[in-house]
C-alpha cells in the first residue's frame, strides 16, 4: 500500500512559483510511478507531471513542459513538484498519486493510491 501526504500549494499572482511535497511512503516496487494531477472546477482530472520511483524517468503534460519540474527524493520518500510561470489556467486542485506497477503514467485510472488535494490559484 501506498500511503500520500500532501503540502504546498496556495495563492499566488501569475508569472510566480509554487512547490508540492508529497510524502509517500510504500512505493517499493521497481516500476512503481509517482503522478501530480489536477482537477479545476468543471473539468476532468488531468496528469500534469510524473517520475518513476527507482529510475527517475520522468513525464509532462504539453502544458506544463518547461515550468514545472517533478522530482523525487528517494532518502526523504517524497516527490516535489517545482511549479514556476504558473498561470491563471493552472489555478485546480492538485492531486499526487501512487501506482505501484508503472502502467500508464499518464492515466488517471492507472493510479490505485492518492493524496488529499491542494488548492492552488493563480490570480491575473
Known amino acids: 500500500q501506498v500511503q500520500l501526504v500532501e503540502s504546498g500549494g496556495g495563492l499566488v499572482q501569475a508569472g510566480g512559483s509554487l512547490r508540492f511535497s508529497c510524502a509517500a511512503s510504500?512505493?517499493?516496487?521497481?516500476?512503481?510511478?509517482m503522478g501530480w494531477f489536477r482537477q479545476a472546477p468543471g473539468k476532468e482530472r488531468e496528469f500534469v507531471a510524473a517520475i518513476t520511483w527507482s529510475v527517475g524517468s520522468t513525464y509532462y503534460a504539453d502544458s506544463v513542459k518547461g515550468r514545472f519540474t517533478i522530482s523525487r527524493d528517494n532518502a526523504k520518500n517524497t516527490v516535489y513538484l517545482q511549479m514556476n510561470s504558473l498561470k491563471p489556467e493552472d489555478t485546480a486542485i492538485y492531486y499526487c498519486?501512487?501506482?505501484?506497477?508503472?502502467?500508464?503514467?499518464?492515466?488517471?485510472?492507472?493510479?490505485?493510491?492518492w493524496g488529499q488535494g491542494t488548492q492552488v490559484t493563480v490570480s491575473s
Open positions: 498519486a501512487g501506482d505501484l506497477y508503472g502502467s500508464s503514467p499518464a492515466t488517471p485510472n492507472a493510479y490505485d493510491y
Open positions: 510504500g512505493c517499493t516496487f521497481s516500476r512503481c510511478t
